[in-house]
């Protein structure tokens, strides 16, 4: 896998989360809809107040994405894939 990590993430994630994650850590791979156990879209807080097909039909509470961000950072974190500026 060389320099590369790999994140697999349950459900349809709205992209400026996986953003996040490669604003601050380099060689990064972001898989969504990975392990089919999460069905559904994880949506911003900006398109939860902005309605909208994926909004309308979401499961989780507009925070879930934040979460799934600070606990990719951690779990990076514990793998020694310190963030790095670009």
């Not at 459900?11 to 392990?35: D, M, P």
């Not at 994880?42 to 902005?50: G, I, N, P, S, Y």
């Amino acid at each position: 896998m060389g320099p590369w990590k790999y994140i697999g993430w349950p459900g349809e994630i709205f992209v400026e989360y996986a953003l996040q994650i490669k604003s601050k850590v380099s060689n990064v791979f972001i898989i969504s809809l990975a392990n089919g156990e999460l069905q559904g879209y994880l949506v911003t807080d900006e398109a939860f107040r902005e309605g909208g097909y994926e909004a309308s039909n979401t499961l989780f509470d507009p925070q879930s994405g934040d979460r799934l961000v600070d606990h990719t950072f951690q779990l990076l974190a514990k793998q020694d894939c310190q963030p790095t500026r670009r």
